[in-house]
């Protein structure tokens, strides 16, 4: 191995306090939820305060529209998040365990049922209020990368959602038994850092390129267009990150070390690659709308 670099001494709680017998603590997977949020929704707020960046020169929502729908963007995170995981990753445990489906501070949330969560919650508030939907897609997509980006480095924190093993000089030896647990490797084993590839293509990278779509190429102004890139690019930069991801335990056999969710003959797909890939179809297909009728 050529070299290997040593994780972080972090602890996965900023602080923590006892009261009335029990122990608060704040976490920061809990802070960047919070943060990306907040960051987030500041970027919306900026883009509807700018008309010239929208079709007709006319925001798809006012100010008080966008605070109104941050509560069912928010519900849409936590419910989704934890449902999706739940169906795709644990049905089996959970249906045996319901009782522990609701304790999401114990960790397990999917983007992907996030992401549905969040699809639904949207869908509902435009219906009501009589806002174009595709839009109010476009200017969520918009604000979500912060979030995505600090919520890939509180999972690195964490020391979750690591990689495979491998040599190359940025492996990271990841602290805990399981992150050690590589059997074909002597001595101290290092992963790819896969929380941080997905922080740099599906928060920097990703969240930068709407932005510049967005100020610089009048993107809004096409319905569906930013929506489409933000769907295509992060099921592509998941798909990609896949490959070097360690997979779920529950997906791993003696049959199957990958851990693929569909395999024939030990070619297939992994969960997160089985999710991504209506996410890429619906994206092109929103692309290519704005496109046709921009």
Not at 51 to 75: A, G, S
Request: proline share 5%; charged share 15%; with cysteine.
């Amino acid at each position: 191995m050529i070299a290997i670099l040593t994780f972080p001494d972090l602890s996965p709680e900023i602080f923590s306090i006892d009261l009335f017998g029990m122990t608060l603590a704040l976490r920061w997977y809990a802070l960047a939820y919070i943060v990306g949020i907040l960051i987030g929704w500041r970027i919306v707020v900026r883009a509807i305060s700018r008309p010239d960046l929208w079709r007709n020169d006319t925001p798809v929502m006012t100010r008080q529209q966008v605070e109104d729908l941050l509560f069912w963007v928010i519900l849409g995170v936590i419910l989704g998040g934890r449902l999706g995981y739940v169906l795709f990753y644990q049905p089996a445990y959970y249906l045996q365990n319901p009782g522990e489906i609701l304790r999401v501070w114990e960790g397990g949330m999917s983007f992907h049922g996030g992401a549905i969560g969040v699809i639904l919650a949207g869908l509902i508030f435009t219906l009501r209020k009589r806002i174009n939907t595709i839009s109010t897609g476009d200017m969520v997509c918009l604000g979500l990368a912060p979030g995505l980006f600090l919520g890939r480095l509180a999972n690195f924190i964490n020391a979750e959602l690591w990689g495979r093993p491998t040599d190359l000089p940025w492996g990271v030896a990841f602290p805990t038994v399981a992150a050690q647990n590589c059997p074909d490797v002597a001595g101290i084993c290092a992963r790819h850092p896969s929380q941080l590839y997905e922080a740099l293509l599906e928060g920097l990278i990703l969240g930068a390129l709407l932005i510049y779509m967005a100020w610089r190429r009048g993107a809004l102004k096409y319905e569906g267009l930013i929506g489409g890139t933000f769907l295509t690019g992060y099921g592509l930069a998941r798909f990609v990150v896949e490959f070097v991801r360690q997979p779920d335990a529950q997906f791993v056999s003696p049959g199957n070390p990958l851990g693929l969710a569909w395999h024939v003959g030990g070619w297939g797909l992994t969960m997160g690659q089985l999710l991504s890939l209506p996410m890429i179809a619906i994206g092109i297909y929103f692309i290519a709308r704005a496109k046709r009728n921009g």
